[in-house]
């Protein structure tokens, strides 16, 4: 698994997020960390990602993060 940092600018912001990239079955996964929670990224059937989390987070920074990812692809 390795672990990198995602660069963020949202709401005036520059934000460094901790993220680990890992292997699940024929796909991958990102977790990110957001605050307090870790949201995981995975790639749905369109190719888009969807995010998991156990609590709620700011949708504003999840579609931040999702453009963040999108153009690393």
């Not at 995981?40 to 156990?54: K, M, V």
Request: glycine share 10%; net charge negative; proline share 4%.
């Amino acid at each position: 698994m390795d672990e990198l940092t995602l660069p963020l600018s949202y709401g005036g912001e520059e934000l460094e997020l901790p993220l680990k990239m890992y292997a699940y079955g024929y796909t991958f996964r990102v977790e990110v960390l957001i605050g307090e929670t870790a949201v995981i990224f995975e790639p749905d059937e369109e190719g888009s990602y969807r995010a998991l989390a156990d609590k709620a987070v700011n949708v504003g920074l999840l579609w931040a993060t999702v453009g963040v990812l999108e153009k690393l692809r």
